[in-house]
């Protein structure tokens, strides 16, 4: 293919994606499925790479990131970047409104309302209609610029179709619910540190300094000011802002007055929480821009426009008792047991209390009438106690010295607010939790194994350490109640297969505190083997990129102890993998396609047959859809699944058939 050729095709293929993008985020038209997208953008990206010249600043292939940004470079923002003033309630809505009526002097106006989207503000600079700069909000006068990270997000266009020459537009980039929360999910299961919350995810993740992580974040963008000549009014500028390809939320509208500004916040108290994105609170704006003008600003704030912030959902209830969870690690979790109460739509049973000095900041007394909210955090919390409808002769909550389930006084470690037991060998929750760990689907997935047989294996004595998982037998087994020969057969080949996980996934499996599913793919990355990480020095573990001193730190404590090293001599003995296995591509024959895989396999773990996939060019995902090419179905498959598989006319094969699609 010459240059010229190339440049076509290339242009052709922009042109495609954009409009692909365009029609997706915009109006919600899937056009080809993600399989086409992503076949059209990997040819594009090999054209761009063979031919340089073809990349241009608005290129399609901007989305997927891939710039490493050291420091972002402070600028100045065209105009300030302002904040608006709070308001809480509809005394101080009439105040700003008796405000506005008067500055105009008998004029009549009216309002625009907004939702006010929870995210980060964010400016963008367009020149001839192509995206040339996008800064943060900063310190309102001067912000970062992440043109870079801001093209990976999807709704913001590269490309827009004004007659003007050069125009600026803001809004907020935010992190959608849905994307959040699985976020959160996928770090639990890998063991690592929860996010707090949406905002402050969306804000991090748009300072990171690859693009291709932030690509990864799946941020979305909402805008909702046009800074340009030639519209009059607010509305005018929104309109025309999604003729030219911006992406507004369409949930604005024009009052004509305060009371039906009131009727807006009141409409979507509720409604908002249906919305993909968080919302704290409603946004009004004078509509005509010379009214705009006419009010002014403040040192700070438009007179023009305000907020109205919605209460947090907040809720009281009484405190019934005060439970306190051992997690693996001893770490001990105080939680508060609560008359149930509706918030924001769920019942809530029970809030976290954090720890000794929550409770302590709280003043918690026993049975106290308390305030549980939910911001965007996952967990209710316990913000406050209702000291009024507190009981005469209560007693202050105590927290426990002992552990709850061991009775071994409590220590606490220095430089952390939880306490621990430090009962490690003994304390049964932390033998259970610890055995949990190991049977994740991220460690050895063995799911013929669940919390109650643990449990129940443990009572018996015969399931005190990961190791006695594989001196189980038969006879054992059959003897407990509730077990047949079916499920103890199922349970003996769960644990059989399990000796083929990856060494990496045994590795998480160990539960060395701050060794998540991540951080252990990393030390593999370094370490071929388990003789190799323990003989590892500090030095050597923070030398590895992503491996801080508090990882290593646990590292090295994880292997000094002489009961750790013990129980990776009996692992080691039972068969499983303490040695990578070669990183090395064997082929491309699944190249483009996608599979999900469940159940339970003759010939190969889970672990294996996932990275048989993707040694073989193939992808592995987690959901059907109806653009999965196969389901790869074991024994013992979920019906839902099935039935999903088949409505949306996915492929379902068996292991037989994989083999012999691999071998073709
Ligand atoms: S207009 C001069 N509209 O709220 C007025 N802001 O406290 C500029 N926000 O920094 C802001 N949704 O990050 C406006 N529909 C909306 C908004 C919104 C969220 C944020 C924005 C701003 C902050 C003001």
Known sequence: MDFSQAKSR????????????????????????????????????????LFPELKTPDSPSQRVGGTINKAFETVAHSTPMLSLANTYSEEELIEFDKRVAKGLEGQNYEYVCELKFDGVAISLQY?????????????????DDITDNAKTIRSIPLRIDSPLPRLEVRGEVFMPKAVFEKLNKERAEADEELYANARNTASGSLKMQDSTQVAKRKLDCYLYMLLADGHESHEEALDKMVQWGFNVSKTYQKCSSIQEVIKYIENWDEKRHTLPVETDGIVIKVNSLEQQNLLGFTAKTPKWAIAYKYKAESACTQLKSITYQVGRTGAITPVAELEPVLLAGTTVKRASLHNAN?????????????????????????????????????????????????????????????HYCPNTEHCPPQITGRIEHFIHRNAMDIDSLGERTIQLLFEQGWLN????????????????????????????????????????????????????????????????????????????????????????????????????????ERLKEAGLNFVTTVHTKASSSLEGLTFVISGVFNNYGREELKKLIKSHGGKVVSSISKNLDYLVAGDKMGPAKKDKAEKLQVRIISEEDFESLLSN
């Open 358 to 418: 929550e409770i302590e900041r709280l003043d918690l007394h026993e049975n106290d009438f308390v305030f549980v909210e939910k911001g965007g955090e996952i967990i209710p919390k316990v913000t406050g106690v209702d000291i009024l409808q507190r009981k005469q002769n209560t007693h202050q909550v105590k927290y426990i010295t002992a552990c709850p389930a061991c009775r071994t006084a409590l220590i606490r470690k220095e430089g952390e607010a939880a």
């Open 465 to 568: 350490r990961p190791s006695d998982l594989y001196k189980l037998t038969y006879d054992q087994l059959i003897q407990l109640e509730g077990f047949k020969e079916l499920s103890v057969n199922n349970l003996l080949n769960g644990i059989e297969q399990s000796k083929k996980a990856p060494f990496e996934a045994v590795l998480f499996g160990l539960g060395i505190r701050f060794v998540g599913k991540t951080v252990a793919e990393k030390l593999i990355e370094h370490f071929e083997n388990i003789d190799a990480l323990m003989s590892a020095s500090f030095e050597e573990l923070v030398g590895i990129q992503e491996i801080g001193e508090r990882i290593a730190a646990s590292v090295i404590s994880y292997f000094e102890i002489e009961d750790n090293r013990k129980e990776i």
């Open 127 to 143: 020149e001839n209609n192509t995206l040339v700069r996008a800064i943060t909000r900063g310190d309102g006068t001067k912000g």
């Open 10 to 49: 290339a242009e052709e293929l922009s042109k495609l994606l954009h409009k692909y993008n365009h029609e997706y985020y915009m109006n919600d038209q899937s056009l080809v499925s993600d399989q086409e997208f992503d076949h059209l953008m990997e040819e594009l990206i090999s054209l761009e790479s």
